[in-house]
């Protein structure tokens, strides 16, 4: 049994969970509503405070999608009650980011500003230090959609291996090459 899927997720008392009949599973709670839809072959019952996620049987697309489902659903539960952050620091001379309203600016290095758009769930902010990297922090109910605005924000600037310049999360790793090396 799918070692994900058979845990039962514990649902705290500011939380409402509806299944639609059209398998679409809405959660509530303090920091907003998120749903989505399930396979109609899952099964999601609601007992004593708790969500079961069940398969039917035990073909390798039951198994994936339990899983899968289940942890989609925990997701949402989280979400609502604690929500994401994502950090992420600009490594490099002259990188800026500034936020207004739904509209980040950042200075990058190249001839022009990017002005990206956020979604309307995401909220941002921009912190610069003396004497450190610029720190962009997002903030969303919705773990994929977070995700995703941060790795499209980390993809204008990739972190190159060489000086370790670029777009990074707080506390990544960067595996640093050597340069040249003098011929005489």
Sequence with gaps: MSRIGKLPITLPASIQVTVADNNVVTVKGPKGSLSTPVDKDIVVKQEDG???????????????????????INNMVI?????????????????????????????????????????????????????KAPVITLESNDKQLIGQVAAKIRSLRKVEPYKGKGIRFVGEVVRRKAGKTASK
């Excluded at 708790?50 to 989609?72: D, N």
Aim: hydrophobic content about 40%; cysteine-free; overall charge positive.
């Design 79 to 131: 979400g609502v009650t604690e929500g994401y952050k994502e950090r992420l620091e600009l490594v490099g001379v002259g990188y800026k980011a500034t936020v207004a309203g739904k509209v980040l600016e950042l200075a990058l290095g190249y001839s022009h500003n990017i002005f990206m758009a956020l979604p309307d769930e995401v909220v941002a902010t921009a912190v610069t230090e003396k004497g």
């Design 50 to 72: 708790q969500l079961i996620v069940e398969r039917p049987t035990e073909q390798k697309r039951h198994k994936a999608m339990h899983g899968l489902y289940r942890s989609l």
